[in-house]
């Protein structure tokens, strides 16, 4: 079992059917953070949205018009203030169902990776450089594999 590191504030804009329990998502978040090496404690908030405010929030903050399957919010300190806050993560309901019917994925590994990867967006990795997102997905794999989930990029 992986130590706890992190205080996860889960909050629902979409309905909660259906959706994995609290405890996965910790659970994702602690192991997220134990394979990034992140031994701090750690504070972060979690929003399951649906498809209109995930579009909103993307369109708003990416200046893409349309609900994508997970958005990052890390925190800005102001410079020499140290607080466990790392930011906010939305995870958008319709869309991570609808990609894992269509990835032929099961759909809570799909949720376990979506939270692994938007605590890595935390914590500062990246994937518009190829190398980053190459150093990015062996990451996201190995923690992954850790929670017992096979390659999310394997076809």
Request: proline share 6%; charged share 20%.
């Amino acid at each position: 079992m992986t130590e706890s590191l992190a205080t996860v504030h889960l909050s629902y804009g979409h309905s909660r059917a259906g959706l994995p329990a609290p405890v996965s998502f910790r659970r994702w978040v602690n192991a997220a953070l134990a394979g990034a090496r992140h031994r701090r404690p750690a504070e972060l908030s979690i929003r399951i949205v649906g498809t209109r405010e995930g579009r909103t929030l993307n369109r708003t903050y990416r200046g893409k018009d349309y609900a994508t399957n997970v958005l990052s919010f890390p925190t800005e300190l102001p410079p020499g203030m140290r607080l466990p806050l790392l930011g906010d993560i939305a995870i958008c309901a319709p869309v991570v169902r609808r990609e894992a019917s269509e990835q032929g994925k099961e759909a809570t590994h799909h949720w376990a990776h979506l939270t692994v990867h938007g605590v890595l967006h935390l914590l500062g990795y990246d994937h518009i450089v190829e190398a980053e997102a190459v150093r990015m997905e062996v990451l996201e794999t190995r923690i992954l594999k850790g929670l017992g989930i096979a390659d999310p990029y394997q076809a």
